[in-house]
């Protein structure tokens, strides 16, 4: 069966600290991969997507970077953190084989940021 | 890049039927109309799609306007496990899916 495992689940860092979140996806092959980002009672911003390993896109320009080091493989960075980084951030993925027929994104569990 | 329009908050009674309505009037042809819902601290979940016919799933059934620039959410039955943000979303191109603020839907017991 096709998974998506996101972690640390929850994480506090303080301001001017490095991050790192990792998103896995099990079970498919080539998949589409995204990042987005929920601040406090907002709704989801899209981040980064990726469609291959290597190729990365950025949709709003920030304080973070993606990174695509293998085919199931998407991190989430930052050299140093900002208060306004805190939030909800959730990796997603849509098979590659269901692009064409409109097919639903999937998300993970999502990890709690708290920047202070 | 297209978007979406919805109410804030809504709410319904349990065991009524809800309405949430969604306005995307810049809609391409080729982009696909996607609800999902969101629960407290979880990621959202599929409820439907659709392109350009009705559809009906075990969920909820979505209604979409003949020009395509509106569509409306349907929840035959409200339950209080209902009570979630439903966000509609547009499948843009083949890559990018973009949602907006969402709808906060309160279920009254």
């Known amino acids: 069966s096709q998974t998506i495992h996101q972690w640390p689940a929850t994480l506090v860092q303080p301001v001017g600290s490095p991050l790192s979140l990792e998103c896995t996806v099990e079970?498919?092959?080539?998949?589409?991969l995204y990042w987005y980002r929920q601040a406090a009672g907002r709704g989801l911003q899209l981040l980064f997507y990726?469609?291959?390993?290597?190729?990365i896109s950025s949709e709003v320009p920030q304080n973070l970077s993606a990174s695509r080091p293998q085919d199931r493989q998407f991190i989430l960075s930052s050299k140093k953190l900002l208060l306004s980084d805190s939030g909800f951030y959730l990796c997603?993925?849509?098979?590659?084989?269901?692009?064409?027929?409109?097919?639903?994104?999937?998300f993970g569990e999502g990890s709690w940021l708290t920047v202070v | 890049d297209a978007k979406t329009t919805q109410p804030n908050s809504m709410e319904s009674n349990e065991e009524e039927p809800v309405h949430l309505p969604c306005n995307h009037s810049t809609i391409s042809g080729t982009d696909y109309i996607h609800w999902y819902r969101q629960l407290p601290s979880q990621g959202p979940e599929y409820v439907i799609h659709?392109?350009?016919s009705n559809v009906n799933n075990r969920m909820a059934s979505l209604a979409i306007a003949e020009d395509r620039k509106s569509s409306t959410l349907i929840l035959h039955r409200a339950t209080l496990r209902d009570a979630a943000v439903y966000y509609c979303?547009?499948?843009?191109?083949?890559?990018?899916?973009?949602f907006g603020t969402g709808t906060r839907l309160k279920v009254l017991a």
């Open positions: 979303i547009l499948r843009m191109g083949t890559y990018k899916y973009i």
């Open positions: 659709g392109l350009t």
């Open positions: 997603a993925w849509i098979p590659r084989n269901a692009l064409s027929s409109g097919n639903t994104i999937y």
């Open positions: 990726s469609v291959g390993i290597g190729q």
């Open positions: 079970g498919t092959s080539n998949p589409n």
